[in-house]
């Protein structure tokens, strides 16, 4: 029981107290004393509700959102919100309610309506992000009275994180609950839908044009019940129940308090003058968990009501400093709609600027205090209340008030005006006065849930003094240009007493220039991104006040019409999107758009990962040991303190390894646990286990490595100066004879140049994890592993522990994703497990945190293309010689085989009939790169597609003419020597082309153009090509396995992982419909090395073509045994005919096999067919780009793709959307950013972007506005499974039209320099920074040339 006194002196513990309770479910709990460490997360996962899912723990993914109910005794009304149960500490929320996924819906009880709709259209994939989405959605139905509109949906989704939908299908889903239909979540909707309408897959809505397809939602699937009946109440006990004052303990001496008076909360202080106070944690909770700072006692300040006070008065408004952020936001709302509107400029600008300031789950709990005592330099309402003249008041331990101007709060990094002994009470804003203005900016990598690279808050007030208007005062604050919160006094005062003109403008952007200096090396980086968009930033500032006086002065406004274009702020409409394909049935099941098999345990959070297994007794926790230097010897480990650490029970190192220590997917090239060197930061140097994650985390920081540093190569550029490539890694491909073409004088004209594009990291949203334990006295290895490949888990950890492979098993039920990152770097995480759980006897779990797993498993590679081109004039491509390098990191993995594909790839789709490509794979000191969906492919096409663009400028010709006229034909021969075949792509170009209307695309984005000066849109087409097959032979195999029971029932296990691509569910159509029975009676087991052996990773698109083809063999053998009898009896049904079977002793079971006929390449002829057949596509793409900022967003996209006769056309979209939108993120979102040379500011060979908070994946805002995707119909492929084709890595190099049509953006921008006609070069991703940078314009020019390269690591 914990201490939890009533209302009481604190630090007088008296006899009385009180429980310390909490409510999850509905179900009461008593919370003991000494958890003042724990998460919610962590103490509802412990008590097995592991729904709630652990994505990040930073706050930055909403996999662990839950919803929080508290009675608020001020408006006597309960209030529900969705909070981050990774960062709310456990007793924050004594005597609430917590309702997790769990406390939601269950498959047992009836499904809620959200959780129906999200599973009917295809939300779910791999399922590990939707129990976040559902209880976001749930609590904002829950606390709103009347039905949200569709933008409050989207908005309140901006926190939650999917890696796989591409967050369509979970707009379609959760938008029927919008306003437009009220009826769907009051209960009348099961009514409505009775009537045979269903859920339209693409307008979200009822409609009849599923044709029963679409399942209609329904509450009562299960049991009959309205759903509604269920929904859990507000405990009854809480609402009566008085809070009381709280102290309880933690592990270290944490001390946890929670006054309910301002006196109290000032004598705790007074008593420990070094609390942290605490009110949403999401300060606090990073420091003490990424960045290990130990606090011994916090004070939770977010009951006590002085400071959650709001008083509105005539002179403004005063809030309490314990006020969450969406609080302010709604007072804001509600302030602007009841006061006059020139008394609220500035609650306006702080209305804009929360849009953008985390996502809904982090506003719901942090608070204003907490943002304005941090004091971070990129805080983004810091500049604003510096900006509008907000006073802070500051009251000490004895009660004394006093005032400070926000203006001269922030005194240096992290400090402020404040003593120990003082906390802020609360923070007076004035209402702004006529002629006021006050303007809020921001610039981020994302738009959504990120923080600012530079932000900024402004202020004039302006005086009228005859024609003219004169500036009285003026505030000017810039977030993310130094280690304060910066004012630009300079600016400030110069402003001061000048007449409102555009030679204002361009003196004080003069006088900014000197304001606002940044070092060369100054943290964060982009410095010249940051000083230009400082410049721009007043720009827009003063085009504002401009435009906003013209009432008052309309002969003042004196700027062309097109410049409004820089001070139109981005509104979103609600997302649209069609999905277009023929349905062709193939029996019962094969052509069904069915949902994945296990949408609905995933949306009841019922599905079980890794991480949710529960644990037998006796397990231990395994956290490793890495290296902290890019390359080094190891002079000396030191392990005496990690020994007394809590908890500890063992470090194994190289020496422990009970057989062989070097491993490695292809060649044995990598060491298990470092033995004399390590060659990357994060490299694994050994392994400690204890008794709890934390413990074993905590032993094995304490684990002291000296090293001896040596020489680190950080960059490809490096590596081919010094030579420095993987053994035997030098390949070439060649047709043809290029270098007598460009002697020969067919040439009209050549180009040379180089490409470099950024790597990606896979962000699954599941991190790698293994739980390993023994079996029979240690004789038998048995694991649960988040993999692709359950095969190479078993090959690595018998082979590390010296077992034959028939004593080690490895089992994957299914994975929250893997996207080629869990290929072969999972392998070696299972194997570090398998040494202590081996050599100790008892089970070991490995779950890697967010930021180890993104620092040490490897990405997707970086490349550069150095080409030389020649073409005629008119456009014809001759002759094409590049040379290519992969970043393949410390060690080989699969880096030769991207390198391959990528040299395959690289005539994307053209006919060139000379060409010769020589590739190599740098050695580099980081963590090995690996697969990642695409394989090599995209950076290979992206490499063409970049000088295709460039041949168009060359010859001011649209790159979509000098695509078109060297498209491959059927009959074609690539410069592998594969003849091109039943080729589609001209046909998918026409359909396309007709269906976006390119054509008037291009004339109204040329006409917005012109007359917007600072908002530029672009267009582009682009199309695809996409080998299918592993380009090693041997790997082109599948087994499975089939069982009939007597019940009419399947069982199928075959080789492949469900990692969220529907593969199950495809594979268990191919066996319904080979029985002739329905899907419902197939059941796809788990993936297991002990059901079907040495199975091919589940990678290259191949899974459905192979596994679907192994079960259809495994069928038929059982068909042909079944047939003599179902051709004698006449059954009424399969489980008839499988009982009569069964009583005949006819064998049900059957091992099925595959091998893809007719490929196979040899290197040394370079010739072969790497592939057994290509998916094409093509995709247009229309962007908006702000010039001034680099913001942009996708209008547009229309994609087109043949896929054959689809399996499952429904899968098939998403895996396409998902595609796409990842697609979207590696080639304008995701940088990966290394210490290098470009990144000095960074450690050296230290990953900067380890974690959401530093590395954006598209967010639900990043979508196309437009999302249209078709299949081409009425084609059939003959070399795929019932004529489908493979569908999971080739749209994803379609995104890439996105980029090319933010290039033509940034073309139109430099045009208005004087510009358009010069080719430029844009790294991808093209970033804010890259897009602003690359539009040349007066407010870059000072500090760069128009030919300027943001830095990159590559
Ligand atoms: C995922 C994520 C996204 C974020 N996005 C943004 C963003 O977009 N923009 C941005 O600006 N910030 C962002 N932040 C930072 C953070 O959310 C804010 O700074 C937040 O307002 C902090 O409030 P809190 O209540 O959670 O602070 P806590 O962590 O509870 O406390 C923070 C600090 O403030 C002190 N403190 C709190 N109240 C008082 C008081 N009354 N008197 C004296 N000291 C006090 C505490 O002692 C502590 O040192 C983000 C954080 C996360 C985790
Ligand atoms: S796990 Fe909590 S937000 Fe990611
Ligand atoms: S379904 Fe969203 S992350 Fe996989």
């Not at 008892?842 to 030389?868: E, Q, T």
Request: charged residues 20%; negative net charge; aromatic residues 8%.
């Amino acid at each position: 029981m914990g201490s939890l006194k009533k209302e009481g002196e604190m630090e007088q513990i008296g006899d009385e107290f009180m429980e310390a309770i909490l409510y999850v479910n509905g179900v009461r709990r008593v919370l003991p004393d000494g958890l003042a460490h724990m998460t919610l997360l962590e103490y509802l996962r412990d008590l097995g509700l592991t729904g709630t899912k652990l994505g990040c723990g930073e706050g930055g993914c909403g996999a662990c959102t839950v919803m929080v109910s508290s009675y608020d005794r001020t408006s006597n009304k309960c209030v529900h919100y969705a909070v981050n149960a990774c960062l709310a500490p456990l007793y924050s929320v004594e005597g609430m309610h917590v309702i997790s996924i769990e406390g939601v819906g269950h498959r047992k009880h009836g499904l809620h309506p959200l959780q129906e709709s999200l599973a009917s259209s295809h939300g779910s994939q791999c399922g590990f992000c939707t129990p976040g989405f559902v209880m976001s959605m749930y609590a904002l139905l829950r606390s709103n009275k009347n039905s949200p509109s569709e933008e409050e949906i989207e908005e309140s989704l901006a926190g939650n994180l999917c890696r796989c939908t591409g967050y369509r299908p979970i707009i379609d889903a959760f938008r029927v609950f919008a306003k437009t239909d009220d009826a769907l979540y009051s209960g009348l909707s099961s009514l409505s839908l009775q009537d045979g309408s269903s859920i339209c897959p693409s307008t979200g809505k009822p409609c009849s044009c599923g044709d029963g397809i679409f399942q209609p939602i329904s509450y009562s699937e299960t049991d009959g019940a309205k759903y509604a009946e269920k929904e859990l109440i507000f405990p009854p006990e809480l609402l009566l129940r008085e809070l009381a004052s709280l102290k309880l303990r933690g592990d270290g001496g944490l001390i946890w308090y929670r006054p309910l008076r301002l006196q109290h909360l000032l004598r705790l202080k007074a008593k420990h003058p070094d609390a942290k106070l605490v009110v949403g944690n999401t300060e606090v909770g990073i420091e003490m968990r990424m960045k290990r700072l130990q606090y011994q006692v916090l004070i939770y300040v977010g009951q006590v009501p002085e400071l959650n006070t709001v008083n509105v008065n005539d002179i403004g408004v005063e809030i309490g400093s314990a006020l969450t952020l969406s609080e302010l936001l709604r007072l804001f709302r509600n302030v602007v709609k009841e006061r006059p509107a020139h008394e609220t400029s500035a609650c306006k600008a702080f209305i804009e600027q929360l849009k953008w300031f985390a996502g809904t789950q982090i506003r719901n709990v942090a608070s204003v205090g907490g943002n304005i005592c941090t004091a971070s330099p990129i805080s983004d309402l810091n500049p604003l209340w510096m900006a509008s003249r907000a006073e802070f008041k500051i009251i000490n331990c004895n009660g004394d008030v006093r005032s400070v101007p926000a203006r001269d709060f922030f005194s240096g990094y992290r400090e402020v005006d404040m003593e120990s002994n003082e906390i802020l009470l609360s923070v007076f804003l004035p209402w702004t006065r006529p002629l006021e203005y006050v303007k809020e900016f921001k610039q981020a990598h994302r738009r959504d849930d990120d923080i600012a690279i530079v932000n900024g808050g402004m202020r004039v007030f302006l005086e009228e003094r005859g024609e003219e208007l004169f500036v009285s005062d003026a505030s000017v604050a810039f977030g993310g240009v130094a280690a304060v919160t910066l004012r630009a006094r300079k600016t400030e005062e110069f402003l001061i007493g000048k007449s409102w003109s555009k030679s204002l403008l361009q003196d004080a952007l003069k006088v900014i220039q000197s304001d606002v200096i940044i070092d060369e090396d100054a943290p964060g980086g982009m410095v010249e991104f940051r000083k230009s968009l400082v410049l721009s930033f007043f720009f827009k500032f003063f085009l504002w006040v401009s435009h906003r006086i013209r009432d008052v002065k309309p002969a003042l406004e004196t700027f062309p019409p097109s410049y409004m274009s820089a001070v139109k702020s981005f509104s979103r409409p609600c997302r649209a999107g069609r999905q277009d394909y023929e349905t062709v049935m193939q029996g019962t099941a094969v052509g069904l758009p069915a949902v994945h098999l296990s949408a609905r345990m995933q949306v009841t959070g019922e599905a079980e990962y890794t991480d949710d297994t529960p644990v037998p007794p006796n397990t231990l926790h395994a956290a490793l040991v890495l290296s902290k230097m890019p390359h080094a010897r190891i002079i000396s480990i030191d392990d005496s303190e990690s020994k007394s650490s809590p908890g500890f029970a063992g470090l194994f190192l190289a020496k422990d390894v009970p057989a062989d220590n070097k491993i490695g997917p292809v060649v044995a090239d990598e060491e298990l646990f470092a033995t004399d060197v390590v060659t990357c930061v994060g490299q694994v140097i050994g392994v400690v286990v204890a008794d709890t994650h934390e413990n074993a985390k905590a032993a094995a920081g304490k684990v002291e490595v000296e090293y001896e540093e040596l020489p680190a190569i950080l960059s490809i550029r490096e590596a081919i100066a010094a030579k420095s490539f993987h053994p035997n890694t030098e390949k070439m491909l060649r047709k043809g004879d290029v270098e007598l073409c460009f002697q020969s004088g067919q040439c009209d004209r050549m180009i040379e140049g180089e490409v470099q594009m950024g790597s990606q990291e896979h962000f699954y949203m599941e991190p790698h994890g293994s739980l390993v334990w023994t079996t029979d006295g240690g004789n038998e290895v048995h694991m649960i592993s988040s993999t692709q490949d359950p095969h190479k888990h078993q090959q690595y950890v018998s082979h590390v522990l010296g077992l034959p492979m028939p004593k080690v098993v490895c089992k994957t039920k299914r994975i929250g994703g893997g996207f080629g990152g869990k290929e072969t770097r999972s392998a070696f995480i299972a194997a570090a497990a398998s040494v202590p759980s081996y050599l100790l006897n008892r089970p070991v779990k490995l779950i890697l945190d967010r930021d180890v797993d993104m620092m040490i498993s490897g990405h997707r590679h970086s490349f550069v293309g150095k080409y030389k081109v020649g073409f005629t004039n008119d456009g014809k491509v001759l002759a094409y010689d590049l040379e290519i390098y992969n970043n393949g990191g410390n060690s080989l993995d699969l880096s030769q085989a991207v390198l391959e594909i990528a040299m395959f790839n690289s005539d994307n789709v053209y006919e060139i009939p000379h060409v010769r490509i020589r590739g190599n794979v740098c050695f580099t000191n980081y963590p090995s790169n690996t697969a990642f969906r695409g394989f090599g492919g995209p950076q290979g096409m992206l490499i063409i597609e970049n000088w295709i663009q460039r041949i168009a400028a060359e010859l001011d010709r649209s790159p979509e003419e000098i695509r078109e006229m060297n498209f491959q034909m059927e009959g074609s021969i690539t410069h592998y020597s594969q003849c091109i075949q039943h080729c589609t792509l001209h046909q998918l170009w026409k359909e396309l082309k007709l269906s976006c209307n390119f054509l008037k695309a291009r004339r109204e984005v040329d006409e917005f153009n012109s007359h917007n000066r600072w908002k530029k849109r672009g267009v582009a087409m682009v199309p695809t090509k996409f080998g299918v097959s592993f380009t090693k032979t041997f790997m082109n195999q599948a087994g499975a396995l089939v069982h009939v029971y007597t019940d009419g029932t399947v069982l199928v296990t075959h080789g492949g992982v469900e990692m969220g691509q529907g593969l199950h569910t495809k594979v268990a159509q191919v066996a319904a419909s080979a029985f002739n029975i329905p899907l419902s009676s197939v059941f796809v087991s788990e993936t297991s090395t002990d059901k079907v052996p040495n199975a091919s990773p589940t990678a290259a698109s191949m899974s459905s073509d192979m596994y679907g083809a192994a079960v259809l063999n495994a069928c038929e053998q059982i068909k042909a045994r079944m047939e003599p009898l179902a051709s004698k009896l006449s059954c009424n049904s399969f489980a008839e005919l499988a009982n009569a079977c069964y009583f005949q002793r006819i064998d049900l079971s059957a091992h099925g096999f595959y091998i893809v006929p007719d490929v196979g390449f040899d290197w040394i002829s370079g010739k072969g067919n790497p592939f057994r057949y290509y998916t094409y596509g093509a995709a247009f793409a229309e962007v908006e780009i702000d010039t001034l900022t680099g913001d942009f967003h996708t209008r547009t996209v229309d994609i087109k793709l043949d896929l054959g006769y689809s399996l499952n056309p429904a899968i098939d979209i998403g895996q396409i959307e998902g595609a796409f939108v990842q697609g979207l993120g590696w080639v304008a979102l995701e940088e990966v950013k290394w210490g290098d040379a470009a990144h000095r500011w960074i450690k050296p060979g230290n990953l900067l972007t380890c974690g959401p908070g530093n590395y954006k994946i598209p967010s639900i805002n990043d979508i196309p506005f437009n999302f249209n995707v078709s299949l081409l119909k009425g084609n059939p492929n003959s070399k795929g499974i019932h004529s489908s084709k493979a569908v999971g890595e080739p749209p994803f190099f379609l995104a890439s039209s996105v980029f090319f049509a933010i290039k033509d953006a940034i073309k139109a921008a430099r045009a208005e320099m004087g510009l358009g006609s010069e080719w430029f070069s844009l790294d991808t991703p093209a970033t804010p920074e890259r897009i602003r940078m690359a539009c040349f314009d007066e407010f870059t020019c000072p500090f760069v040339s128009s030919d300027f390269f943001p830095k990159l690591s590559v």
